[in-house]
């Protein structure tokens, strides 16, 4: 005789149940499990995905970042050569004005212009010929005051002025638009 022969038939039913419960709940817990573990791999994909996109996103936006600081940088550079040679060249202008004047204040340098010869200003006129101790040959020339002189040199140093700051306007305006 077995074991189970034994055991009530209303028991045995009451075991069987028992046992197929026992069952139907581990392979649940089991099936839980299972579904647990495989979303849980899901998600650490999605993640390592998301990190990894991330991370080359940043990578994109630095090396942006560098090339706008790399392109800021040349510009600068252009913009400070720019800057040494305008004041280079204003410079030289300002100093060969003062040149030019201190010349003409000490009547080393005397400024004149050229007559029209065709044209006779009333009983005025300057003789076509020079002196003969004279050693300027060619066309009849008048010398100019000195004040006047230097008024002329002040009129044509604001003009050198003015275009030296032009052409500074221009070089940074191709620098910029460069």
Do not use: F
């Amino acid at each position: 005789m077995r074991l189970v022969d034994l055991i009530p038939a209303p028991y045995r039913l009451l075991a069987n149940g028992v046992l197929l419960a026992a069952l139907a709940g581990g392979s649940a817990a089991l099936a839980w499990q299972v579904q647990d573990w495989r979303y849980g791999q899901q998600l650490e994909q999605q993640a390592r995905l998301q990190a990894e996109t991330l991370n080359r996103q940043t990578l994109a936006a630095t090396a942006q970042q560098q090339a706008e600081q790399d392109k800021r940088l040349a510009l600068e550079q252009r913009l400070s050569v720019s800057e040494q040679t305008h004041y280079r060249v204003l410079s030289n202008a300002l100093r060969d004005q003062g040149r030019l004047r201190d010349r003409l204040a000490t009547a080393d340098l005397r400024l004149s212009v050229v007559l029209d010869a065709t044209a006779v200003a009333g009983g005025d006129s300057v003789p076509a010929t020079t002196a003969t101790g004279g050693v300027v040959h060619g066309a009849t020339r008048a010398q100019l005051n000195p004040a006047h002189a230097q008024r002329v040199i002040a009129i044509t140093d604001a003009g050198d002025q003015g275009l030296i700051a032009l052409a500074a306007c221009q070089a940074y305006v191709r620098n910029i638009s460069h």
